[in-house]
Nanobody
Framework: QVQLVESGGGLVQAGGSLRLSCAAS????????MGWYRQAPGKQRELVAT???????NYADSVKGRFTISRDNAKNTVYLQMNSLNPTDTAVYYC?????????WGQGTQVTVSS
């Protein structure tokens, strides 16, 4: 079984920064991709960013230039550095891991940006 544990969410003022972390544990076999999604109240869950095992990244247009995804393969951990936050970034942020034919979700961490 694979578990993902997120941390780093919280309340921040507009223009501020937060860094999210997600640590994966359990039976992780093979090359994998990790990423972040978010879901705002009343909206669908949307992709924020992904990073492959080799470090290739992909970002949603809404966060390009403000968010940076990175990972530490030795620790099976993915990070999301969020800068220049604005109230539209308020959401629950979820970590996701794709490995072989399976995918796994974290429990989510709340990010609230006040104006």
């Amino acid at each position: 079984q694979v578990q993902l544990v997120e941390s780093g969410g919280g309340l921040v003022q507009a223009g501020g920064s937060l860094r999210l972390s997600c640590a994966a544990s359990g039976r992780i076999v093979g090359i994998n991709t990790m990423g972040w999604y978010r879901q705002a109240p009343g909206k669908q869950r949307e992709l924020v960013a992904t990073i492959t095992y080799s470090g290739r990244t992909n970002y949603a247009d809404s966060v390009k230039g403000r968010f940076t995804i990175s990972r530490d393969n030795a620790k099976n951990t993915v990070y999301l550095q969020m800068n220049s936050l604005n109230p539209t970034d308020t959401a629950v942020y979820y970590c996701k891991l794709w490995v072989l034919s399976s995918d796994y979700w974290g429990q989510g961490t709340q990010v609230t940006v006040s104006s």
